[in-house]
């Protein structure tokens, strides 16, 4: 079992560029969220999902999209990159009461 | 919504000492309780939780304890070590619904040998 893993590890993009943030899990969990990490705001959900082809708002979704195609994976899109995305992104799943968070990617944006 | 609370933000103590970490939840209608550890470079990682029917649980040197009337929840490592060091964050999460979990913005604790 891999658990939940995330690519790319690092990241740097310029104001304005688009990328896609990578997660995988290989436990059959339904439940998937992405969170950003910032310095003194804990974490903070961005978007979840309750199964595959359902996706639903957090408390910072601005400036991201999701989709969930496969129970498999939940790939978090940024659409136009602005340096307040500058932040450290968690992956995580969920099975019964147990949330398993993936290593992270750390991205900044010029 | 929900809105987690936690204190202090830093916390620095002697090896073999307690340490107490407190969070407080607004939702009375929050039943889900997790710690977190997160060592740096990686993600958080759950090492205890307690529901809203149990008051206190325990396991080896860590115990949660959970006050459902004041709305609020407490971390207590005991006989500290220096691999303790790391930060924790506190969560809660109401049953139904999204079961969304709400962070708090976590403790830095630091166990000095």
């Known amino acids: 079992n891999a658990g939940v893993t995330q690519t790319p590890k690092f990241q740097v993009l310029k104001t304005g560029q688009s990328m896609t943030l990578q997660c995988a899990q290989d436990?059959?969990?339904?439940?998937m969220s992405w969170y950003r990490q910032d310095p003194g705001m804990g974490l903070r959900l961005i978007h979840y999902s309750v199964g595959a082809g359902i996706t639903d708002q957090g408390e910072v979704p601005n400036g991201y999209n999701v989709s969930r195609s496969t129970t498999e994976d939940f790939p978090l899109r940024l659409l136009s990159a602005a340096p307040s995305q500058t932040s450290v992104y968690f992956c995580?799943?969920?099975?019964?009461?147990?949330?398993?968070f993936g290593p992270g990617t750390r991205l900044t944006v010029l | 919504g929900e809105n987690v609370e936690q204190h202090p933000s830093t916390l620095s103590v002697q090896e073999g000492d307690s340490a107490v970490i407190k969070c407080t939840y607004s939702?009375?209608?929050?039943?889900?309780f997790p710690w977190y550890k997160q060592e740096l470079g990686k993600g958080p990682q759950l090492i205890i939780d307690i529901r809203s029917n149990v008051g206190e649980k325990k396991d080896q040197r860590i115990a949660v304890t959970l006050n459902k009337t004041a709305k609020h929840f407490s971390l207590h490592i005991t006989e500290t070590q220096p691999e303790d060091s790391a930060v924790y964050f506190c969560a809660a999460r109401t049953q139904g619904g999204s079961e969304k979990l709400v962070f708090g913005k976590g403790t830095k604790l630091t166990v000095n040998p």
């Open positions: 995580a799943s969920r099975a019964a009461d147990t949330q398993y």
């Open positions: 436990m059959n969990h339904e439940y």
């Open positions: 939702d009375s209608a929050s039943n889900y």
